[in-house]
């Protein structure tokens, strides 16, 4: 691990292991792997790079500081970061799923610079020092995460006084009639899409009964608040299809 970065190296191996829910979700996500990038714009037809530039700029500035993506995936959220702030800032990106990492290294060249670190962690037992870094992203993460509460207390142990989170979720539209449309696409026509790109149908049947059991934006922020983060938003996206969730620490 490179010491430019405030990686604290700790083996969380145990803690994934010990976690049913995880290691499911895990093995999930690198059987899902190889075709994950083509389904996610398929899926979230394409608008989901729109609502990560948004989300990156209810950062603020971080020339010069450090953003740390949990659940990186393949690095779309790390990549937005890079395409704004070129070598003006250190990345970190942390995922459970080898297989995501894989692609994620494979995108970033293998070699990653100084200025950016992937590794392999689990969102609940962030190998990383208390207050160190500027910014947090999680896109379509949080939901996979057994121990919600726990995984944002993390957060907000990492951040720094005055730091930043954004989190991307897919939500329930407040229209009755898009609504319906919205749930029918995400309950049969993702799964169908995801069965025949990926061949994986029942990874994509997670993928909306995760959505429901997700809680709804009040009660999220609620979860916010009571890990720390005194100031909390929600930014609706897309006719309320997506929320960006906004944290700051005090
Ligand atoms: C839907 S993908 C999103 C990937 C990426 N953030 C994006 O925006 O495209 C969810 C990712 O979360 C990872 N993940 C789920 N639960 C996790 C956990 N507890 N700790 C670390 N990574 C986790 C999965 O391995 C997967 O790569």
Same mark, same amino acid.
């Given at each position: 691990?490179?010491?430019?970065?405030?990686?604290?190296?700790?083996?969380? $191996?145990?803690?994934?292991?010990?976690?049913?829910?995880?290691?499911?979700?895990?093995?999930?996500?690198?059987?899902?792997?190889? $075709?994950?990038?083509?389904?996610? $714009?398929?899926?979230?037809?394409?608008?989901?790079? =729109?609502?990560?530039?948004?989300a990156?700029?209810l950062?603020?500035?971080?020339?010069?500081?450090?953003?740390?993506?949990?659940?990186?995936?393949?690095?779309?959220?790390?990549?937005?970061?890079?395409?704004?702030?070129?070598?003006?800032?250190?990345?970190?990106?942390?995922?459970? =799923?080898?297989?995501?990492?894989?692609?994620?290294?494979?995108?970033?060249?293998?070699?990653?610079?100084?200025?950016?670190?992937?590794?392999?962690?689990?969102?609940?037992?962030? &190998?990383?020092?208390?207050?160190?870094?500027?910014?947090?992203?999680?896109?379509?993460?949080?939901?996979?995460?057994?121990?919600?509460?726990?995984?944002?207390?993390?957060?907000?142990?990492?951040?720094?006084?005055?730091?930043?989170?954004v989190m991307i979720e &897919?939500s329930? &539209?407040p229209?009755?009639?898009?609504?319906?449309?919205?749930?029918?696409?995400?309950?049969?026509?993702? &799964?169908?899409?995801?069965?025949?790109?990926?061949?994986?149908? =029942?990874?994509?049947?997670?993928?909306?009964?995760?959505?429901?059991?997700?809680p709804p934006p009040e009660e999220f922020l609620g979860m916010m608040?009571?890990?720390?983060?005194?100031?909390v938003k929600a930014y609706p996206q897309?006719?309320g299809?997506a929320i960006i969730f906004f944290g700051?620490?005090?």
């Open positions: 691990m490179n010491n430019h970065l405030p990686y604290r190296s700790v083996n969380n $191996r145990m803690n994934i292991m010990d976690n049913k829910h995880g290691a499911r979700i895990e093995s999930m996500f690198n059987r899902i792997s190889p $075709r994950y990038d083509l389904l996610n $714009r398929v899926i979230s037809g394409g608008r989901d790079l =729109a609502w990560r530039k948004k990156v700029d950062l603020g500035d971080l020339h010069g500081g450090t953003a740390l993506d949990i659940c990186c995936g393949s690095g779309d959220f790390l990549q937005v970061l890079l395409d704004r702030y070129g070598t003006d800032i250190k990345l970190i990106g942390v995922d459970f =799923a080898t297989g995501m990492l894989d692609l994620a290294r494979l995108r970033f060249g293998e070699n990653t610079s100084h200025r950016l670190l992937l590794g392999r962690a689990d969102a609940m037992y962030l &190998p990383l020092a208390d207050s160190s870094v500027n910014a947090i992203t999680i896109g379509f993460g949080i939901r996979n995460v057994a121990d919600r509460d726990l995984a944002l207390r993390e957060t907000y142990r990492v951040l720094k006084p005055g730091g930043k989170i &897919p329930s &539209p229209n009755r009639f898009i609504r319906a449309l919205f749930l029918a696409y995400f309950k049969y026509i993702s &799964p169908f899409i995801g069965g025949i790109i990926s061949g994986d149908r =029942a990874a994509y049947c997670y993928l909306h009964d995760s959505f429901i059991a997700f608040k009571k890990a720390g983060y005194p100031i897309f006719m299809t700051e620490k005090s």
